[in-house]
């Protein structure tokens, strides 16, 4: 397992924007896949970007053309551009890896806390 503490999150306008970022430790981070995530008050926890150990991208629909998933094997951290911001993407935001192969996130952050305001 990866240990995973992400950064970032804070309150903001309707329209502006954040980065989070998400830095990784204990193993060898290139070899995972990572995905943002996000849980807003009351709802399910939903999927919002992923990336693959070769830079391959996929987004939830939401979010896509608003957000920007990259990452930096040299800084074992991995980002989350976060434009036009929504109140409706008001939620804390988590990031998580799971090995090439694996259908399991097998590590998790604490998470980030972003509020945008209308």
């Known amino acids: 397992q990866v240990q995973l503490v992400e950064s970032g999150g804070g309150l903001v306008q309707a329209g502006g924007s954040l980065r989070l970022s998400c830095a990784a430790s204990?193993?060898?981070?290139?070899?995972?896949?990572m995905g943002w995530f996000r849980q807003a008050p009351g709802k399910e926890r939903e999927f919002v970007a992923y990336i693959r150990w070769n830079g391959g991208t996929n987004y939830a629909t939401s979010v896509k053309g608003r957000f920007a998933i990259s990452r930096d094997n040299a800084k074992n951290t991995v980002y989350l551009q976060m434009n036009s911001l929504k109140p409706e993407d008001t939620a804390v935001y988590l990031c998580?890896?799971?090995?090439?192969?694996?259908?399991?996130?097998?590590?998790w952050g604490q998470g980030t806390q972003v509020t945008v305001s209308s």
């Open positions: 998580a890896a799971r090995r090439d192969g694996s259908n399991t996130y097998d590590s």
């Open positions: 204990g193993r060898t981070f290139s070899n995972y896949n």
